[in-house]
């Protein structure tokens, strides 16, 4: 079975504010199966499942790469993707909800049109962008990651979506840019969760100028080929598929660039859990959990963690001659 009845809450060990939920659980409220735990969450706080992320095709680029090069290049894995109902319906996205499950009940009614991203800071042409404005400086792609959360849990996601890479080209970062800082929509009507001061708001994420320009590193404005649903961070959000998934902050609405490192959400709310490069790697623990292993959702089995998320060939030559052991 490839559904949402497989994922585990019990197997992924959510950031800090889970632990009450955890401790409820452990506290024999529930034994047995891994299995059995998500079912009765589930028949606790019965959610409706969302099977689609809806009919807004996103216009994607055909390919015209062999599928050997797409491998070698990392745009795509030759691994199963985790099912739609399972990327539409487990979901960490706290400006609506820190329960997983109800993300997608919760930000279901969020309205994205007019969206406009800002790009400014250091750069020769600051200017906002919609996001059809952003499709036609660059086609779609599709690119099937794999997403690997810091909470040991990992999918693999076909997002559509444009380099990062090529907005940079268009606004011309000038010599002293040397960061990203991303922003998102700050709007506690819309986005009920930011009542709560569970993260200090707007969240925040960076990467390094040369980070941003690799390849890889993708703004996803769809997933299985239709427009990103509010859950998964619609209108746009950032996917840098070697790194923990809090570094792809979503709905974003300004990127600038900076001289110095900026601030993160996460590692503002705990600078020991939580870095500013995060990639993904199996060999520095979290302080609380192993990053050794991880579950993919929609698998019985652990997985063992790959470093960099099973992208070294590409972007280790970013980190040469870094300790990558104080990386987390
Ligand atoms: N971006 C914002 N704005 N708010 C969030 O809470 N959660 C992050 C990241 N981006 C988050 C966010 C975390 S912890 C993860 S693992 C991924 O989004 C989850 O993405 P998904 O729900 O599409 O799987």
Redesign the pocket.
Known sequence: MNDIHEIADSEITP?AFYDNRRNFLRAGVVAGSVIATGSLYRWLNPVRLVGSAGTHVVPIQPSDESAEELLAKGWRVDETMTAETS?LN??????FTTQ?EA?AAAAANFKTDGWQLVVDGLVNKPRSFSIDDLHSISRPQERVYR?R???AWS?V?PWAGIPLAHLLEAVEPMPQAKFLAFE??FDPVRMP?QKARV?EW??I?GLRLDEAMHPLALLATG?YSKMLPP???APL??VVPWK?????????VRISLVAEQPKT??NRFAPDEYGFLANVNPTVDHPRWSQATEQRIGESGRRETLMFNGYEQQVAGLYSGLDLRHDF
């Open positions: 950031p990327i487990y979901n960490n996205f706290y400006e997983k993300v997403m959360c810091v909470e999918m996601i998102t929509l969760g993260l707007p969240y994420e997933l859950q998964d961070g959000r950032l923990y998934g809090f570094k792809g902050i979503k709905s974003i959400s996460w």
